[in-house]
């Protein structure tokens, strides 16, 4: 038996404890708590951190600088063109950028079996860029991640590159790939029901 397996179950009452925290304290993204609470139900899994999909603005004052990087706008639900426009009123240096990120979760499990398992089931729902994220004595990870990305360069020092129409369609295409993203987690999170009620 590997150390991860022997601890696990003390690992499980940290992480569960950690959560009701973050939700107390109002930190978990609303539309992904649900999901959290049945994977959690499971007996050999436990959720570690997670996110549902986001559309965010960005200031950042180098490029690839995310450590010093400053949200003028971030949103976890689909957005008005007036939202994304009035983040970027506030940019006033570094490189401006328009972001969506797919959910993402990051869940230990039990035993190799049992995150092989897990790993199958995400890339089935269409959480195509899943993978263990780590192996070792102390912790296995499977980390649940999707294709939708758009990371698109708008300005920098309070210049604007593009115009209000250009804005329009990356807002547009944004909300469509973060629409389908949250049904994916919709069919993973009644994929996962399915497990709890076998």
């Known amino acids: 038996m590997f150390l991860y397996e022997k601890n696990f179950e003390l690992q499980k009452a940290k992480a569960l404890e950690n959560l009701k925290v973050a939700l107390e304290k109002d930190l978990v993204d609303k539309d992904i708590i649900s999901l959290l609470k049945k994977i959690n139900s499971l007996e050999n899994y436990f959720t570690t951190s997670s996110c549902s999909g986001r559309i965010s603005v960005m200031q950042m004052p180098d490029f690839g600088d995310k450590l010093n990087a400053v949200w003028l706008g971030k949103w976890h639900r689909e957005v008005e063109l007036e939202e994304v426009l009035e983040a ?39 959480f195509k860029h899943s993978n263990i994220k780590s192996i070792s004595h102390k912790k296995l990870v499977v980390e649940i991640r999707s294709t939708e990305r758009m990371d698109v360069p708008l300005g920098m020092n309070g210049e604007l590159w593009v115009s209000e129409d250009y804005l329009r369609k990356v807002v547009e295409i944004a909300n469509l790939q973060l629409r389908r993203a949250k049904e994916k987690l919709r069919k993973l999170e009644n994929e996962i029901e399915r497990l709890l009620k076998a």
């Open 88 to 126: 970027i009123g506030k940019h006033s240096e570094g490189m401006l950028w328009f972001m969506l990120h797919s959910p993402i979760l990051h869940i230990s499990a039990k035993t190799l079996e049992d995150a092989v398992g897990l790993l199958n089931l995400a890339i089935s729902c269409g």
